[in-house]
């Protein structure tokens, strides 16, 4: 068995992250910042940061990025027990710099170990053993983009969620580069099947041709907790039977986007798994997304535990007056 029972499983592929230290064109940047960047994997750093015990279960290249991403995750205290080392196909990269004022990424992952992930990837007992205990596990739409075999095998998840008892939670993660020539029908399959849904009001638009909840609901039907975040203005929670709860974004001073709505998600879901009411589970995804927002990498520390419970119980009008920045938290 598993030494460690995760409540949460995160499931999908890391690669390495090289950030450019000067704008322009990339030809043009010469020295690069490396870190771990990946939607499951950003996701199962931030809730293990928020005190929830995840795996991060996949595959990696028998490489040392391969080995540097198990490092840095069991350093943010991530279980890492049920990832598979490929001696044959690399860990996937990607590169990231500034020009025009925006962050650019340029991916290498095609044929990465991860990419090879396939239906009896599940039937390996690491893996099960994982889910089988797991209360919650989490994928995205990335995943399901990477490769046909990776997409049967996110079908084939769904079906075990009965037998093994864990909610399935998916973050669309629209990335239309992913999917180009490709039928996004699983997508919309997996989407149906999960039990709790995260989509950015944007990429809604462009995926289901809409970003209105009562319209939206109908297309994922009625199973689904569906979380649409709207960039830096408001989050909601449409619940099945009907209910919706809406929580404004904090002010905050942004130094980079990306892995925000990674953190997010871990922020949602560490709150549904701690029970929180559902007005504090999507504050503590503001909370945990702000921190992002305001660092340079894919992910950060959370904030201080006495400043979260402050913000997470504060009165509507103390939420909206706190700003957060590189320099901290500024409470009214």
């Not at 409540?7 to 690069?32: K, Q, S, Y």
């Not at 864990?166 to 490709?182: I, T």
């Not at 009562?214 to 099945?240: I, Q, W």
């Amino acid at each position: 068995m598993a030494d460690v029972v995760s409540r949460a499983v995160c499931l999908g592929e890391a690669m390495i992250m090289f950030a450019g230290d000067t704008g322009g064109p990339l030809e043009d940047v010469e020295t690069f910042r490396r870190s771990v960047g990946g939607a499951e994997c950003n996701v199962a750093g931030g809730l293990a940061a928020l005190g929830v015990v995840t795996s991060w279960i996949s595959r990696l290249g028998d490489d040392g990025f391969g080995r540097h991403v198990l490092r840095d995750l069991r350093q943010r205290g991530v279980e890492i027990g049920g990832v598979e080392e490929d001696p044959d196909r690399p860990t996937g990269l990607y590169v990231k710099h500034s020009m025009d004022g925006r962050s650019r990424m340029h991916y290498y992952r095609s044929g990465s170990a991860a990419s090879a992930m396939d239906p009896a990837f599940l039937d390996r007992p690491a893996v099960r053993e994982r889910l089988a205990g797991a209360e919650l596990v989490h994928t995205t739409g990335i995943t399901a983009a990477i490769s046909e075999t990776a997409a049967d095998m996110l079908e084939r998840l769904a079906t075990l969620r009965e037998g093994f008892g864990f909610k399935l939670s998916v973050d669309l993660n629209w990335r239309p580069a992913l999917w180009r020539g490709k039928d996004p029908e699983p997508l919309w399959r997996l989407l149906r099947a999960a039990d709790v849904v995260l989509i950015g009001a944007d990429e809604a638009q462009v995926f289901a041709g809409t970003n209105d909840p009562t319209e939206l609901r109908k297309l994922l039907g009625p199973r689904s907790t569906l979380v649409m975040k709207n960039d830096a203005h408001t989050a909601l929670v449409l619940e099945p039977d009907g209910r919706c709860t809406e929580v404004p974004a904090l002010t905050v001073e942004v130094v980079e986007p990306v892995g925000a709505g990674d953190a997010f998600a871990a922020g949602f879901l560490a709150g549904t798994l701690q029970g929180l009411p559902m007005e504090q589970r999507l504050r503590l995804g503001h909370l945990a997304a702000a921190a992002v927002l305001a660092v340079p990498e894919d992910h950060a520390a959370p904030l201080d535990v006495a400043v979260r419970q402050t913000l997470l119980n504060c009165s509507d009008e103390e939420w909206a007056a706190a700003q957060i920045g590189p320099a901290g938290v500024k409470l009214s």
